[in-house]
């Protein structure tokens, strides 16, 4: 695959994506033992020419456990049992990783409680106090 499409907007080359293969962990009789069907991808997250400054500053900070000390993006997979599928699960997660943070997040405005909120938290409280006092009466012996 020449270039991984994320958007109209974002596209990384296939030179800034390097694969590397291993076997597979799990079942799979000796096709496990024979074939690297394992997919690896390494993606230098942290100085792509690909991606918007903003998006690449959310990209590390979201998936900073993801990376590596030299700030290289590792995703694998091997869930299925040949390479191009493998690849294509790869190349799909990084996809969905760039598209979650391509959004900037919604700034957060602080609100007060509104006025019929306070009085009707108060008169809670106050229901709630009443029962607890109706059960300290006193005991007749």
């Known amino acids: 695959m020449p270039i991984l499409a994320v958007s109209r907007i974002i596209t990384i080359p ?40 903003e998006i690449r500053q959310r990209l590390v900070a979201t998936f900073k456990s993801r990376l590596t000390k030299s700030g290289e993006l590792v995703i694998s997979s091997q869930e299925h049992r040949d390479q191009p599928q493998n690849i294509e699960a790869c190349l799909h997660r990084l996809k969905e990783m ?7 997040p919604k700034v957060r405005r602080t609100t007060k409680p509104s006025r019929g909120s306070k009085v009707r938290r108060l008169k809670a409280k106050k229901q709630r106090a009443a029962v607890k006092e109706g059960r300290r009466g006193k005991w007749v012996e």
């Not at 799979?28 to 033992?33: L, T, Y």
């Not at 760039?98 to 900037?104: C, D, N, W």
């Open 14 to 53: 296939d030179r800034e994506l390097k694969f590397s293969f291993s076997r597979s962990s799990g079942p799979g009789g000796q096709n496990v033992n024979k074939v690297s069907s394992k997919a690896t991808l390494h993606f230098r997250a942290i100085d792509s020419p690909s991606l918007p400054a």
């Open 98 to 104: 760039i598209l979650s943070v391509a959004k900037p």
